[in-house]
């Protein structure tokens, strides 16, 4: 038997991360948590625990991933998400808080109405329209996206959550949206630029998938412009378009809203106080 704090004070001098004491506890805690079942609450009442050799040899190699660099995340195979649990790997983004204001500024602007049709257009781990399917139960739920891996962990999170919305392989760049008769279209496209990335971190750049973070050119707006042109067919009149954007872009995006007849154009500020959504209502042609 050990003393399930000695483990835990034994694990953090093993543990190299480049982080604050703080934030180290907090990731040991719920490493030690998910993989070998030992709570904050077993720690702090110095509980007695039997450590089977292959689980503390389990317990290192998932210190040394997460040391290395690999998101934490990724290495424990699953992300919260506007209070659920969501299963992510490396084919897919790691859902963020400020994607989770997107969801809920879309489901804001879906107050009033009665059993609306959406669709998220390129939808990764399928964390927005499966939230938005459970927290509509009335709405009809449609996602796409060109990745047949990302549409694969995003099936999987609507069976595991019990959720249900229909996916599409589809590319917005080069085909049209799948369905019609929507009354919201959601976003979080690329839109971080080629020459940016050496403004981001390496454990980013390593380990998610640059097909979901980056556009093709310098150009960052390169998927509004077709998530906007498309959506006019897609619409019914009235219907609304929400996307998340990168915070320098804020103003060209809202002015690309204009450009293909939305009004009401609006510039979201996220969490943190940064421009991050742009939405519209489309007036028809």
């Given amino acids: ?80 998400f506007y ?15 400020e994607t989770e204001d997107l969801t809920r500024t879309a489901l804001e602007l879906l107050d009033g109405m009665s059993s609306p049709r959406l669709l998220d257009v390129g939808c990764g781990s399928g964390c927005i329209a499966i939230t938005m399917a459970l927290e509509r ?17 995003a099936r999987d ?21 799948p369905v019609s008769g929507l009354n919201l279209i959601v976003s979080n496209p690329p839109y971080i630029t080629p020459d940016e990335a050496t403004e981001m971190s390496a454990t980013v750049l390593e380990h998610e998938p640059h097909l979901a973070l980056f556009t093709d050119s310098s150009d960052p707006l390169q998927y509004y412009r077709p998530i906007l042109s498309h959506s006019r067919n897609a619409l019914t009149p009235g219907g609304k378009v929400v996307v998340e954007i990168n915070t320098r872009y804020g103003d060209a995006v809202a002015n690309l809203f204009r450009e293909y007849r939305f009004s009401d154009v609006t510039i979201v500020n996220d969490s943190s106080g940064k421009q991050r959504i742009v939405h519209g209502t489309f007036i028809g042609e």
């Avoid at 040899?57 to 040394?64: I, N, P, V």
């Avoid at 995340?73 to 699953?78: F, I, R, S």
């Avoid at 999170?157 to 949206?177: G, K, M, Q, W, Y």
Wanted: with cysteine; hydrophobic share 40%.
């Fill in 83 to 97: 209070g659920r649990t969501f299963r992510v790997n490396s084919d897919v983004l790691i859902p963020r808080p």
């Fill in 157 to 177: 999170n609507a069976s595991i959550l019990a959720a249900t919305v229909d996916f599409h392989r589809s590319n917005i760049l080069t085909e049209p949206l």
């Fill in 1 to 80: 038997m050990m003393n399930s704090k000695t483990l835990f004070t034994d694990l953090m001098h093993r543990f190299s991360l480049q982080e604050t004491e703080d934030e180290k506890k907090a990731i040991l805690y719920r490493i030690l948590d998910k993989v070998a079942g030992i709570s904050a609450t077993h720690i702090a009442a110095e509980k007695s625990i039997s450590i089977a050799p292959p689980l503390l040899s389990q317990l290192q190699r998932t210190l040394d991933r997460v040391s290395a660099g690999e998101p934490l995340q990724y290495v424990l195979g699953e992300c919260e």
């Fill in 137 to 153: 139960p009335d709405a009809s739920v449609c996602a796409t996206d060109v990745s047949l891996r990302a549409l694969e962990v």
